[in-house]
Structure formats: C-alpha cells, structure tokens
C-alpha cells in the first residue's frame, strides 16, 4: 500500500523560530514535492526534488527552503517563521516511471505561527 | 509557465442530479490532465485522468472530457451521492521530463441528501 507520511499533523510555532516538516515516502519515488494549501488558492507548489539533493523552486518559494538527503525523505524549512506563513503544507510524491503521473499525498501539517 | 482556471468554486446540487466542474488550461503542450478529490480533513486522492490522445473517459459515474483545440476539459459526476461532496482540483501538465502538474484553485462540491 502506497504511504507518504508527514511527521506532525498539527504545529504551533512562534513568530521567527526555525520550523522542519518533514515528509517521508516508502514507494522509492524519484519526485517529491511541498505544496500550500490555502482557502480558495488551491495547492501552490513551494519546492520540489527530482532526485536526491536536487531541488528546484515552484511558484512561491520566497521564506522557504528544503532539504532531501535521502531518496525517501523530503524535509521543507522555514528559516524565520511568520504569521502570513499560517497554512496547511502537503507534502506529495511520485514516480519518473513512463506513465505514472500520479502524486500521492500525505496527510497535511497544519502549521500556526503566532 | 501553465495556467489552469477552475469553475465554479463552489457547487450545491441535490443527490441524484449531475455537477460539472470546468477547468481551462493555458499551455498547449499539456497532455496529462487529472482530477484529485479531498474529503474534509483528508489528502487529496487521484480519481481520475485523461491523456491528451483522448477526448472522454468514464469510470462508473465519473466521467471527464477533453478538447484540446479549445484547452478546457471537464468532470461530470452523474447520480450525485452525500460521499461525493469534496473538494475537487484539476491539474494539467506536460508529461515529458519531471512531471510538474499545475492545480485549479478547487471545486467545493456540496451534495444534499
């Protein structure tokens, strides 16, 4: 069974601290992804990773950074979090393979900053 | 980059009737448009998707249609059921190289029993 698993599902930080959410996948996926969620915008993307240590910026990627060491783990940073960055963050996976263009996702962080 | 406009944002039908969900894309060289479903409080599933070489494809009563002279394509679910109320997204992108979806803004479908 296909499982992308966030490490929290719910987070509450304060203005300026540093903030991990991790992502991880079991599938052997080569793609990885971090997307926001917010009310009547649909999913952003904000980074994603088509190999390991390789990452590219999506569209809104200012206040954000990422990490992937490992094939199976998709980390994304939030380096000094801040209030406008309040939002559900999912994290999603999927195959290079010819044909499989499915994301799988993960459950959600739902992330405060107060 | 691609852009995809999703309509309507909100749809409120009674169970039985049908609901289509529009959705127009910008780029021309997409040819892989899915739909993914969220139910309140869960991750966003893939239920459905077509490919450029075809122009309708059904699965029960989910069907979705594409013309990609006019970039638009669409879902119709038919015999609406409560479990089909959902958010709904669209997404198309190109299939070649790092697969890269670009989502609609989202669909929130309401079915009343």
């Known amino acids: 069974d296909v499982k992308v698993t966030q490490s929290s599902r719910y987070l509450v930080k304060r203005t300026g601290e540093k903030v991990f959410l991790e992502c991880v996948q079991d599938?052997?996926?080569?793609?990885m992804f971090w997307y926001r969620q917010d009310p009547g915008l649909g999913l952003r993307l904000i980074y994603f990773?088509?190999?390991?240590?390789?990452?590219e910026k999506g569209d809104i990627p200012e206040g954000y950074s990422v990490s992937r060491e490992k094939k199976e783990r998709f980390s994304l940073i939030l380096e000094s979090a801040s209030t406008n960055q309040t939002s559900m963050y999912l994290c999603?996976?999927?195959?290079?393979?010819?044909?499989?263009?499915?994301?799988?996702f993960g459950p959600g962080t739902r992330l405060t900053v107060t | 980059g691609e852009n995809v406009e999703q309509h309507p944002s909100t749809l409120s039908v009674q169970e039985g009737d049908s609901a289509v969900i529009k959705c127009t894309y910008s780029?021309?060289?997409?040819?892989?448009f899915p739909w993914y479903k969220q139910e309140l409080g869960k991750r966003p599933q893939l239920i459905i998707d077509?490919?450029?070489?075809?122009g309708e494809k059904k699965d029960q009563r989910i069907a979705v249609t594409l013309n990609k002279t006019a970039k638009h394509f669409s879902l119709h679910i038919t015999e609406t059921q409560p479990e089909d109320s959902a958010v709904y997204f669209c997404a198309a992108s190109e299939t070649g190289g790092s697969y890269i979806p670009t989502f609609g803004r989202g669909t929130s479908l309401i079915v009343h029993p």
């Open positions: 999603a996976s999927s195959s290079s393979g010819t044909g499989a263009y499915e994301q799988y």
């Open positions: 077509i490919r450029s070489n075809v």
């Open positions: 780029d021309s060289a997409s040819n892989y």
């Open positions: 599938m052997d996926h080569e793609n």
């Open positions: 990773s088509y190999d390991v240590k390789m990452k």
